[in-house]
């Protein structure tokens, strides 16, 4: 209890500024102020959670200390301003109603997986909440899906809409509580309700519509689901034939499937986890872990068809957690494939309205609820490197959380690539990237973007002063940026390269804007300068991060048929066989790969110059590297001849000595790293009878052995001492880890990425910056 008012006291005023809502601050100050007998009271507003105290001095400091050290886990403090103000011998300590307010906005936290206490709760029978789907408490639970507006409070959320029980109002209202304050707060009496349906059946009741979903999945059918940010589609992992189901529905012939597994027990059945990969999977994000399968895992090939690798998440919600739970007498599966509900190419399916469109195509049954979702957001996916994460998609569990840039700057949206897209929109000292919204290829994605910068421009209550965009002149976004800049009047437009983007993207996330570094960005496609294709490039950033010098590229090839040759890696081969002046021999897997037509069409290509564009794309080498040792001659989504060559490559063993030439680029004093070197040594290796995973992996090296040559000469003609590595070909984690440790041992610091997704999913955040720079400084 507060003690009585003391006529010696000191009253200060707090304002403390960043996630401070929806994550149980108020709560923690309420218990913290108590605790020390102080008086006054806690509250939000628009911009941040204010607070007065009232007490001895020494005693307020001690709170002003524990304020910031001992605050709530899910809380990420920015900063926090104190002033004296009049004390007023009122006694107690109370939460205030929230203000609205003018001027910069609170940080919306991110949505976090099901906390350790609710989960107890959720499966003990003694409590009030057991098997709730929607248990929740300020530790957990969803937030930025669920928020409408700032500040953070009930009605401003999509559970305005479900009034609060009495047991549920006396938890909201007790300082004691856990869920003291906790905006999502309901039980079975109060909170959303669960229901099945299939075909014209509707099962209702919690248990009941879990248990005939668990029937349904047993039973080999395609189970729509209800998430927090979205809709998913499940179904059995082990049973080829459903799934071969759900890859003709959803246009998605290939690319992998996630699984979501019960437990980390059964998540070491599928794969091989270290200590670092096993905190990345259990951390609040939850995120898809990519993890190395285990031979005998129990799941069918075309989950993942031909790839070592398996993306498994743990449950991040209390649906799931019950419906891979026993309980309700249903055949109990431990791991189910968890994809989005979409057809390829289109945004995610998360309004219900939209559902009832779009779902009966891809689903035979479906479990849903009536909480209503506000802002899409996918599951995030990401590798571990180093130890650490190396984002792959930046979503669920990190959107909407800051970049913070260590610097005030104009507010500035970015509106990214065409693939992987994210939109960035800068606030004062905080960059805020949106969650993953996809590959712009058709008008339903260019509505969920909109959505997605819409979204972000309300939530913080600004307009953009400028606009920024990539140079690319066919990009949708491009477009859609300078009809949002001419729309708005007074906002500027920037357009950014592409490459240069990504370098100051990963400057930004270490908050590292105005040290010189070497970027080197590796990727698959970006405009030049030159209006070539761009990718296999060498940076040179200095103090003043607006502007750049091309120091160093591979050296370029011709393009044949542009969006062809990237569909068909063993056009992209011919090309550098072409190059590398090697004739085109049927002994070779990418010639036999193409029929007679087609290499004539290739060769006239080539010839003339009709049809071509020139490229010094590293992507684009790792394909035609793919064709030509036999890996991957076409493909069926992005970068997938890449990714099976790094595959291949990581499972090489010794071979014995052979007399193939050794694999390496040459690399010129004007820093052109030059692969004629590498495709004659391979070609020769091949028909020397050297092992296609000795040739892949004797590439990598090469690659990075390249990397290495190039940025010790750029180092030694500018000084510069750190080194960044960005560009989609950096998800690559054998490549990435090779040129680590080349870089290093030379005693070069090197950065990759951490927070943003070194692939065109974190490129927005690069465009804010320098587009912000550049309006900060006309």
């Known amino acids: 209890m507060t003690r009585a008012p003391v006529r010696t006291a000191t009253r200060r005023r707090f304002d403390v500024t960043g996630v401070v809502q929806g994550v149980g601050f108020r709560p923690f100050v309420h218990r913290l102020a108590v605790e020390l007998g102080l008086s006054g009271f806690v509250g939000n507003d628009a911009s941040a959670v ?153 099962v209702e009741g919690s248990d009941t519509a879990i248990a005939a979903a668990q029937h349904a999945l047993a039973s080999g059918e395609i189970v729509a689901i209800k998430g927090i940010g979205g809709y998913h589609l499940a179904c059995r992992a082990d049973d080829a034939a459903a799934i071969e189901r759900l890859r003709a529905r959803k246009a998605r012939d290939q690319k992998p499937f996630a699984l979501l597994a019960r437990d980390v027990a059964a998540v070491r059945r599928l794969v091989k986890l270290d200590d670092a990969e096993l905190r990345v999977l259990t951390g609040p994000a939850r995120p898809i872990v990519l993890l190395e399968r285990r031979a005998d895992a129990p799941v069918a090939d075309n989950v993942a068809p031909g790839n070592p690798l398996l993306g498994v998440l743990l449950p991040y919600s209390p649906l799931h957690h019950l419906l891979l739970a026993p309980g309700t007498g249903a055949p109990v599966l431990d791991v189910l494939v968890l994809t989005s509900a979409n057809v390829s190419d289109e945004p995610l399916c998360f309004d219900d309205i939209d559902a009832a469109t779009r779902l009966p195509q891809l689903c035979d049954a479906l479990l849903t609820h009536d909480r209503p979702i506000h802002v899409a957001c996918d599951d995030s996916v990401v590798r571990v490197l180093d130890g650490a994460e190396l984002p792959i998609r930046r979503s669920r569990g990190y959107a909407p959380l800051p970049v913070p840039l260590g610097r005030s700057l104009p507010t500035t949206l970015a509106v990214g690539a065409e693939l992987k897209n994210t939109c960035c929109l800068i606030d004062g000292d905080n960059a805020f ?97 030159d209006a070539a294709v761009w990718g296999g490039e060498v940076l040179v950033v200095g103090t003043d991060v607006r502007t750049y010098r091309r120091a160093g590229h591979l050296r370029p090839v011709r393009l044949p048929g542009g969006d062809a040759a990237v569909r068909n890696p063993c056009r992209m081969a011919l090309a550098y066989l072409c190059d590398a002046g090697l004739e085109w021999s049927e002994d070779l897997p990418p010639v036999a790969a193409c029929a007679p037509a087609e290499r004539r069409a290739v060769r006239s290509q080539l010839g003339s110059g009709t049809g071509t564009v020139s ?109 960044g590595l960005t560009g989609g070909v950096f998800q690559n984690v054998l490549l990435a880890r090779q040129c680590l440790a080349g870089l290093r041992a030379i005693g070069l610091e090197v950065l990759v990425h951490r927070t943003v997704p070194p692939n065109d999913g974190g490129l927005a955040l690069g465009q804010a910056v320098i587009a912000a720079l550049a309006a900060e400084r006309e």
């Open 433 to 529: 990237c949106s969650a993953h919204v996809g590959d712009m290829g058709n008008l339903e994605t260019l509505r969920a973007f909109d959505r997605a910068a819409e979204q972000l421009t309300t939530l913080h209550g600004v307009r953009p002063r400028v606009v920024a965009a990539d140079k690319h002149p066919a990009y949708l976004t491009r477009r859609w940026a300078e009809a949002r800049a001419g729309a708005a009047g007074e906002a500027r437009l920037e357009l950014v390269q592409h490459h240069h983007a990504h370098v100051v993207s990963l400057l930004a996330e270490h908050r590292a804007l105005g040290r010189p570094v070497i970027g080197v960005a590796f990727d698959g496609t970006g405009y030049g300068d």
């Open 50 to 202: 204010f607070v007065e105290v009232e007490g001895r001095g020494t005693t307020v400091a001690e709170f002003a200390r524990r304020l910031v050290a001992d605050a709530p886990p899910l809380a990420l403090v920015t900063g926090v301003s104190a002033a004296a103000v009049p004390v007023t011998y009122e006694p107690g300590f109370r939460i205030v109603p929230s203000l609205n307010g003018d001027g910069a906005r609170t940080l919306v936290p991110a949505d976090v997986a099901t906390c350790a206490a609710c989960l107890a709760e959720l499966f003990d029978p003694e409590d009030r909440r057991y098997r709730h789907p929607f248990i929740t408490c300020t530790d957990c639970g969803p937030r930025f899906t669920i928020i409408r507006d700032l500040p953070y409070d009930r009605p401003a959320t999509t559970m305005a809409g479900f009034e609060l029980c009495a047991p549920c109002a006396r938890e909201y209202a007790d300082a004691g509580d856990r869920r003291f304050h906790a905006q999502p707060v309901a039980c079975h009496d109060c909170g959303p309700t669960l229901w099945f349906e299939h075909g014209p059946t509707r």
């Open 615 to 723: 490229c010094t794309s590293i992507g684009r080498l790792f394909d035609a590297v793919s064709a030509l040792l036999g890996v991957r001659q076409r493909i069926g989504f992005e970068a997938q001849a890449a990714i099976e060559l790094e595959h291949v490559a990581a499972g090489a063993t010794a071979a014995p000595p052979c007399s193939a030439p050794p694999v390496r680029f040459a690399v010129d004093a004007d820093c052109v790293l030059d692969h004629r070197p590498v495709t004659r040594a391979l070609v020769a290796g091949l028909r020397a009878g050297v092992r296609v995973d000795v040739l892949a992996l004797a590439f990598h090296e090469a690659v990075a052995a390249a990397v290495t040559e190039a940025v010790v000469q750029v180092a030694t003609a500018t000084g510069i001492r750190t080194v």
